[in-house]
């Protein structure tokens, strides 16, 4: 079965950066996009970042756009988010999914998720 585990997670100050990871396995990585949502507490899930099979699309939240990159890498069965200039509005537990397409357009694509890592920045 898929398997999607996520680490890096942490405190920052705001201003800050911090790189999250996660790996997958169970299936060919390389066949299915991936990307990163986010829940804050009180909230709901929110898309933040998905990447293509082969890495040459990716999408962002317009939230994060500018600050954030999500990237891959096949042959280790990795995706990352490359967290910039991080806001208190970026608290949030963060989640590595994968899509169920080798593209991501909806957020019904996304067929599998991790446990999550939190990410707090405090102000």
């Known amino acids: 079965q898929v398997q999607l585990v996520e680490s890096g997670g942490g405190l920052v100050q705001a201003g800050g950066s911090l790189r999250l990871s996660c790996a997958a396995s169970?299936?060919?990585?390389?066949?299915?996009?991936m990307g990163w949502v986010r829940q804050a507490p009180g909230k709901e899930r929110e898309f933040v970042a998905a990447?293509?099979?082969?890495?040459?699309?990716?999408s962002y939240a317009d939230s994060v756009k500018g600050r954030f990159t999500i990237s891959r890498d096949n042959a280790k069965n990795t995706v990352d988010l490359q967290m910039n200039s991080a806001k208190p509005e970026d608290t949030a537990v963060y989640y590595c999914?994968?899509?169920?397409?080798?593209?991501?357009?909806?957020?019904?694509?996304?067929?599998?998720w991790g446990q999550g890592t939190q990410v707090t920045v405090s102000s």
């Open positions: 169970g299936r060919t990585f390389s066949n299915y996009a």
């Open positions: 990447i293509s099979w082969s890495g040459s699309t990716t």
């Open positions: 999914a994968q899509s169920r397409r080798s593209h991501w357009s909806r957020w019904s694509d996304f067929e599998y």
